[in-house]
């Protein structure tokens, strides 16, 4: 349980307490369907909705009968099918309900500070020019405005993503940014009458991270810093596609489909990381996940091995591979158990990628000893930092995609181990204005950014499970100074508290939202298991 919804103070610092209407999807604009009091043909008249497709079996019965099909009810992306139809909100534990919660408050948070960014800006910007108006699914940020449901989903996950603020989890990925904003779309999408319980919702929610962390754990290769395809693009969709496939309470056979469908809309290169196209990427996922999961709804079907390591065909294995994969296990059986119960989530202190905060609470712990070098009080202290400071070494991992000596934007400085170092470095901490233009462009960083060295040592991989930051500086008269971090505060292994994480959502949405208005969302979201359904929470982003 989150405790006490009160707000921190929006001025207190985030420190660390340690050292180191349906529709109907087309290509077109969508078009909804009218009038709640006829409901769509797929949905039931109970608090579940399920799409009927026996009308469309009938239709197409004689060519089904005429089509050799592989048995698949033994296959993995079956039990992936069955695991996703067949799990029940009493498999949420108190501690998938308590993480599962924090998750969601996390990414509506820095959801609502992204709305405030210029490549939001520029998304929302096309899909109202480029489609015709569908006031559907709210809008981060934006009251008043609604878009479909697809397009809703798509720059509500640009939005998450845009400052590379949202959570991670290993192996490496974005979780929450490419399921929440297709969960809410579709709660949006779904009539008043139809709308489903906060219990549903975490579900859904639920399911869609533990697909994601699934299919990452049949690949050696995903546990590391990646370097082909950026996860969220692969998982991230397949993750979206089965929790709407759950929320919308798809068939088992059904939610195989949306999962291989999701598959063929899946894969972004990493070439556009540190890109203002980054972004992107979870906005697709969450889009292009939630479309696959409505053309299924409606009858369309993929392949039903498209998990599986079939010899000679590559299905899921085109992204990784060493992929091996495995059978979920079945909702019936009694061992079955979530994976974020035994892995806590990532949560960010300042939007960057995940590997700088590794070396910034190094860099941070080195400021501090420079400062009793310096016996300043912080009174110009960045000038008096950068004229002790001769040499800069920082010690991280291989990764050539966050080694960037000299990031010329705000998204290559977010991937950059010298710019949050050298960030850390003069003023303690990095923070969301440290990547201001202005900010990026202060002479005394500039200066301290050309003094940087870095190291790969063969002990430290990259790999956010067993990866350190090592800042080591040597000043202008010999004496050198060390800071380092194996686990900093935020990790999985080091979580945020409570009272940190509500001051992070706070702060990032109190940049959007009136103060009573940001407690009202921390009420909605503490008590989303208990809502019968989950209008609250979607008239307070509205």
Request: net charge negative; hydrophobic share 40%; proline share 7%.
């Amino acid at each position: 349980m989150l405790e006490s919804p009160s707000c921190p103070e929006l001025s207190e610092p985030l420190l660390s307490p340690v050292t180191p209407s349906t529709m109907i999807f087309s290509l077109r604009p969508a078009v909804r369907v009218p009038a709640p009091e006829a409901p769509p043909k797929w949905a039931k008249t109970e608090r579940s909705f399920r799409p009927m497709s026996a009308t469309l079996r009938g239709l197409h019965q004689s060519a089904v009968e005429v089509i050799q099909r592989p048995a698949s009810e033994d296959s993995v992306t079956d039990s992936f099918g069955q695991f996703i139809q067949g799990v029940q909100p009493h498999h949420l534990t108190p501690t998938l309900l308590h993480r599962s919660k924090r998750m969601v408050l996390d990414s509506i948070g820095v959801g609502l500070l992204g709305s405030t960014t210029h490549v939001f800006q520029l998304a929302l910007q096309h899909c109202q020019h480029m489609y015709a108006p569908d006031d559907v699914s709210s809008v981060y940020g934006r009251r008043g405005t609604r878009l479909s449901p697809t397009l809703a989903a798509f720059v509500n996950g640009v939005a998450t993503h845009s400052m590379d603020f949202d959570d991670t989890w290993h192996p490496a990925t974005h979780p929450s940014g490419a399921v929440l904003p297709a969960l809410l779309a579709v709660s949006d999408m779904l009539p008043n009458n139809r709308k489903p319980s906060g219990r549903d919702f975490l579900l859904a929610f639920n399911v869609g991270i533990e697909v994601q962390g699934r299919l990452m754990r049949f690949s050696n290769e995903a546990q590391n810093i990646p370097k082909r395809f950026h996860p969220p693009t692969v998982v991230g969709t397949l993750g979206s596609a089965a929790a709407c496939a759950r929320l919308l309470s798809l068939e088992r056979s059904q939610c195989s489909h949306a999962l291989a469908i999701a598959a063929s809309l899946s894969g972004a290169p990493m070439a556009n990381a540190a890109t203002q196209s980054k972004p992107l990427h979870i906005g697709n996922a969450a889009r292009l996940g939630l479309e696959a999961a409505l053309l299924s709804s409606i009858g369309l079907e993929a392949s039903p091995r498209v998990l599986d390591d079939t010899s000679g065909v590559a299905g899921f294995s085109a992204f990784y591979e060493d992929y091996a994969p495995q059978p979920l296990t079945s909702p019936e059986d009694a061992g079955l158990r979530f994976l974020l119960e035994d892995q806590d989530m990532g949560f960010k202190r300042f939007p960057a990628h995940l590997g700088m905060h590794w070396v910034a609470d190094a860099a941070a712990s080195v400021h501090k000893l420079l400062l009793g070098e310096l016996g300043s009080q912080g009174m110009g202290r960045g000038s008096q930092v950068v004229g002790q400071v001769q040499d800069i070494l920082l010690r991280v991992p291989h990764s050539k995609y966050i080694n960037r000596p000299f990031p010329e934007s705000e998204h290559q400085a977010r991937h950059s181990f010298q710019f949050n170092a050298c960030s850390a470095l003069l003023d303690g901490e990095v923070t969301v204005f440290s990547f201001s233009q202005e900010a990026l462009q202060r002479p005394d960083l500039l200066a301290l950014l050309g003094r940087v060295r870095v190291e790969h040592p063969h002990d430290n991989p990259a790999n956010f499970d067993n990866m350190y930051g090592e800042v080591q500086v040597t000043l202008v008269g010999g004496d050198v100074l060390k800071g380092r971090c194996d686990t900093f505060y935020g990790h999985w292994r080091n979580p945020l508290t409570n009272e940190s994480l509500k001051k992070k959502f706070c702060n990032n949405a109190g940049a959007v939202l009136p103060r009573e208005k940001v407690e009202e969302l921390i009420e909605a979201v503490e008590g989303l298991d208990r809502l019968e359904d989950c209008s609250p929470l979607l008239a307070q982003l509205q």
